[in-house]
């Protein structure tokens, strides 16, 4: 059990009449203390960052103050330490300051001076932790940005909402497209979090099989069900203490939803088979790329887990809305493949440029990371859904003269808008700006049509 950070002083003495003395001083100066009688087994209750001070005898039977102190200061050595001792003590105390106690009252003392120590004590760990956490935020904030690479508005709000959902205990909802990062924002919820030295669990409910999700998420007891031989530790009580990830939510059963509504609002769970109720600590972050609202209008979705899981949204942004965002993942991830191939980095032309930017991205940051690695490789700049992307020759062929480059460069951006289009022809001509009369003639010019990217026309070609 650990201490109450409402508790500012723990008092330690095995002298019954002094510890009640030293308590009503401190108790008539608004000050909550937990007085004690014995120090063994302190340490293992007080956190690291907890906000108060240790008051504490040096003679005591068991666990002395000088262990005490060296025990506490093995796990936080800014915990103020003051040390109480008598009047054959001090050269000991003397050398207790030297190992990093806070302050030495000799005894008798004055009320004031116990009082003075100790305040002094308490706004010094205020500083110090005040300063802890604004080093843990710049460091939370500097890890952030390493890990949800853009600076679009986009993207910098959706760090801003991750760094202020980490240190709560809310359950989240992630939303986003295939490929957007959906896992990575979990993950940095967890690492962000007071949970981070806890496991990090993460499993794809669309990637279960229907009779076995049950088991793989709750547990089960021996014969809960034909071939179940032994207990097995179901996902949610292995992350217990942790956090839970859980991928394509809308992919689970209606039954299984019940159950998880119930984990979610009792913070419990009961193993197949079993009687059992096991109490939970548990964070559960959820992700889907589906409308659950719009599944639960269906009847596909429990209303209910929808309004329970939605109590903290985020919303990944697709890469397509990002801007230039593209270009700096782009390279960071085509930097970061050079470097793990032993390979020089390849700079990207203007045009490699023009064409990440105008890329819709269907497959998001996932398919602009492998498009990144076959880059580094020096493979081609294929897209999908791009039959001629526009690569290091776009810029130009040797040997050939400006006119015959500005007709490859044409003749690859149609190309490119072509099969993006999806066989829409009024699509193609607003996407390059020019009038139908004039695409047709562009279309001829260079021996392109829908047929030839694999797409059949939608619209009238007149």
Same mark, same amino acid.
């Given at each position: 059990?650990?201490?109450?950070?409402?508790?500012?002083?723990?008092?330690?003495?095995?002298?019954?009449?002094? $510890? *009640?003395? #030293? =308590?009503?001083? /401190?108790?008539?100066?608004?000050?909550?203390? %937990?007085? &004690?009688? +014995?120090?063994? @087994?302190?340490?293992?209750?007080?956190?690291?960052?907890?906000?108060?001070?240790?008051?504490?005898?040096?003679?005591?039977?068991?666990?002395?103050?000088?262990?005490?102190?060296?025990?506490?200061?093995?796990?936080?050595?800014?915990?103020?330490?003051?040390?109480?001792?008598?009047?054959?003590?001090?050269?000991?105390?003397?050398?207790?300051?030297?190992?990093?106690?806070?302050?030495?009252?000799?005894?008798?003392?004055?009320?004031?001076?116990?009082?003075?120590?100790?305040?002094?004590?308490?706004?010094?760990?205020?500083?110090?932790?005040?300063?802890?956490?604004?080093?843990?935020?710049?460091?939370? $904030? *500097?890890? #952030? =940005?390493?890990? /949800?690479?853009?600076?679009?508005?986009?993207? %910098?709000? &959706?760090? +801003?909402?991750? @760094?202020?959902?980490?240190?709560?205990?809310?359950?989240?909802?992630?939303?986003?497209?295939?490929?957007?990062?959906?896992?990575?924002?979990?993950?940095?919820?967890?690492?962000?979090?007071?949970?981070?030295?806890?496991?990090?669990?993460?499993?794809?409910?669309?990637?279960?099989?229907?009779?076995?999700?049950?088991?793989?998420?709750?547990?089960?007891?021996?014969?809960?069900?034909?071939?179940?031989?032994?207990?097995?530790?179901?996902?949610?009580?292995?992350?217990?203490?942790?956090?839970?990830?859980?991928?394509?939510?809308?992919?689970?059963?209606?039954?299984?939803?019940?159950?998880?509504?119930?984990?979610?609002?009792?913070?419990?769970?009961?193993?197949?088979?079993?009687?059992?109720?096991?109490? &939970?600590?548990?964070?559960?972050?959820?992700?889907?790329?589906?409308?659950?609202?719009?599944?639960?209008?269906?009847?596909?979705?429990?209303?209910?887990?929808?309004?329970?899981?939605?109590?903290?949204?985020?919303?990944?942004?697709?890469?397509?809305?990002?801007?230039?965002?593209?270009?700096?993942?782009?390279?960071?991830?085509?930097?970061?493949?050079?470097?793990?191939?032993?390979?020089?980095?390849?700079?990207?032309?203007?045009?490699?440029?023009?064409?990440?930017?105008?890329?819709?991205?269907?497959?998001?940051?996932?398919?602009?990371?492998?498009?990144?690695?076959?880059?580094?490789?020096?493979?081609?700049?294929?897209?999908?859904?791009?039959?001629?992307?526009?690569?290091?020759?776009?810029?130009?062929?040797?040997?050939?003269? &400006?006119?015959?480059?500005?007709?490859?460069?044409?003749?690859?951006?149609?190309?490119?808008?072509?099969?993006?289009?999806?066989?829409?022809?009024?699509?193609?001509?607003?996407?390059?700006?020019?009038?139908?009369?004039?695409?047709?003639?562009?279309?001829?010019?260079?021996?392109?049509?829908?047929?030839?990217?694999?797409?059949?026309?939608?619209?009238?070609?007149?």
């Amino acid at each position: 059990m650990k201490i109450d950070h409402q508790i500012q002083v723990v008092l330690i003495d095995d002298d019954p009449h002094l $510890r *009640q003395a #030293l =308590s009503q001083t /401190l108790d008539l100066a608004g000050l909550k203390i %937990l007085p &004690l009688a +014995e120090a063994q @087994g302190l340490a293992a209750q007080i956190e690291r960052d907890w906000p108060g001070v240790i008051v504490s005898d040096i003679r005591m039977p068991g666990m002395d103050g000088l262990e005490l102190l060296k025990e506490l200061h093995d796990q936080d050595p800014e915990l103020p330490v003051l040390l109480i001792t008598g009047h054959g003590d001090v050269p000991l105390a003397v050398e207790a300051m030297r190992a990093g106690a806070y302050d030495f009252l000799e005894k008798p003392f004055a009320s004031d001076a116990l009082l003075d120590s100790v305040r002094r004590a308490l706004a010094w760990r205020r500083l110090v932790l005040d300063n802890r956490s604004l080093r843990l935020a710049l460091s939370d $904030r *500097q890890e #952030l =940005s390493a890990r /949800l690479v853009g600076h679009s508005p986009l993207m %910098l709000r &959706l760090r +801003e909402q991750i @760094g202020a959902l980490a240190a709560t205990r809310a359950d989240v909802l992630i939303l986003g497209e295939t490929g957007a990062g959906k896992e990575v924002v979990a993950r940095a919820l967890h690492d962000l979090s007071n949970r981070r030295n806890g496991p990090f669990v993460a499993i794809n409910a669309g990637a279960l099989a229907e009779s076995v999700v049950e088991s793989e998420l709750f547990g089960h007891e021996p014969g809960a069900f034909t071939g179940a031989q032994k207990r097995r530790i179901g996902k949610f009580e292995f992350a217990n203490g942790g956090t839970l990830f859980l991928d394509e939510i809308e992919s689970m059963s209606l039954d299984v939803q019940v159950k998880l509504l119930r984990l979610l609002q009792e913070r419990v769970v009961e193993r197949l088979g079993g009687n059992q109720q096991i109490p &939970l600590d548990i964070r559960v972050i959820a992700a889907t790329k589906e409308d659950l609202r719009q599944a639960a209008d269906q009847g596909r979705f429990r209303a209910d887990l929808y309004y329970r899981l939605n109590v903290a949204p985020l919303r990944i942004p697709p890469l397509r809305e990002r801007g230039e965002d593209a270009l700096m993942l782009f390279q960071h991830f085509a930097d970061e493949a050079s470097t793990r191939h032993g390979l020089p980095p390849h700079p990207l032309q203007p045009a490699q440029r023009g064409l990440l930017l105008r890329h819709t991205w269907p497959g998001n940051v996932r398919e602009l990371q492998n498009a990144a690695e076959r880059f580094a490789l020096g493979l081609e700049l294929a897209l999908d859904n791009t039959p001629e992307s526009l690569d290091a020759n776009i810029a130009g062929h040797p040997g050939s003269n &400006l006119s015959e480059q500005v007709e490859h460069f044409e003749k690859s951006l149609i190309a490119a808008e072509l099969a993006r289009s999806h066989g829409s022809l009024r699509s193609l001509a607003e996407a390059l700006g020019i009038p139908r009369k004039t695409l047709h003639d562009k279309l001829r010019k260079h021996g392109l049509s829908f047929d030839s990217v694999g797409s059949a026309a939608s619209d009238e070609l007149e």
